[in-house]
């Protein structure tokens, strides 16, 4: 089985930071992509940022979040982090973890999704 935790969600304030953290466990033989979505109330799931395994990390980030946002990730520990700075009200919502990931060498990459952590930013 394979879990996705992620962490550090909570309140902020306007113009505040906040960091996420999301460890993939369980029979992982490589992961591809991990990335976040959030999805606000009465809203679809949407892409915040991604990141690949490739050396150095081939990153995407929505337009929303440009150079607020960034994405890392420690392929040791599968795991993969979202420094937001400069958090606006409209970035609350609840925000996921996502990886694409093979179990075995001969498995197919499957998207798994952890149980996603609120960030709220209000004054």
């Known amino acids: 089985q394979v879990q996705l935790v992620e962490s550090g969600g909570g309140l902020v304030q306007p113009g505040g930071s906040l960091r996420l953290s999301c460890a993939a466990s369980?029979?992982?033989?490589?992961?591809?992509?991990m990335a976040w979505y959030r999805q606000a109330p009465g809203k679809q799931r949407e892409l915040v940022a991604s990141?690949?395994?490739?050396?150095?990390?081939?990153?995407n980030y929505a337009d929303s979040v440009k150079d607020r946002f960034t994405i890392f990730r420690d392929n040791a520990k599968n795991t993969v982090y979202l420094q937001m700075n400069s958090l606006k009200p409209e970035d609350t919502g609840v925000y996921y973890c996502n990886a694409e990931l093979q179990i075995h060498a001969l498995s197919y990459y499957l998207t798994y999704w952890g149980q996603g952590t609120q960030v709220t930013v209000s004054s």
């Open positions: 990141i690949t395994s490739s050396s150095g990390g081939t990153t």
């Open positions: 369980g029979s992982i033989f490589s992961i591809k992509v």
